[in-house]
């Protein structure tokens, strides 16, 4: 689902940070900058300790640029947590509602480039049901992964609006 910039690159962005920082801030700093070069190796509960340790040690000891920045590091892990946790599901489900729609079997890339093409040639109708129903829940799993606290989306879960 991610397109820019991808979990890879936040993580390397994270790690550069720590690593950046004067490292007398933490004597746990250095495991996490380990865990972070383990690019393929990272998982949830890994996560969860990165940002327990950004949150307890980091946040309560920077100040100005550097302690923004651990705010920034922080929630980029968070994302990457829910993303790692929701994706395939998501995505999963994205590519059934294309294939149906579309009447195509494909990836979810080219699905989404024959969807882009049918609606800008008017082949696909802007009012169609099906069409708003599947750019609705699109919209909501992706607010649900990178602004799940964005008021509009918390709008539209008390609406009941379609959400997978």
Excluded: W
């Amino acid at each position: 689902m991610r397109s820019e910039p991808t979990i890879k690159e936040l993580i390397i962005s994270i790690r550069s940070f720590l690593e950046n920082l004067n490292l007398e801030i933490s004597p746990n700093a250095n495991k996490h900058i380990d865990t972070l070069k383990n690019i393929n190796q990272i998982d949830d509960l890994k996560i969860n300790e990165i940002i327990e340790f950004i949150n307890n040690d980091l946040i309560l000891n920077l100040t100005g640029h550097d302690r923004f920045y651990a705010f920034v590091a922080r929630n980029s892990l968070q994302i990457i947590q829910r993303e790692i946790n929701l994706i395939n599901d998501y995505e999963e489900k994205e590519i059934i509602r294309l294939e149906k729609l579309l009447n195509e079997k494909g990836n979810i890339k080219d699905l989404n480039k024959i969807l882009c093409k049918r609606i800008s040639d008017k082949e696909l109708d802007r009012d169609d049901n099906e069409l708003k129903d599947h750019l609705i829940r699109t919209t909501m799993a992706k607010l649900s992964i990178d602004q799940p606290n964005y008021s509009g989306y918390l709008k539209a879960i008390k609406d009941e609006y379609s959400q997978d």
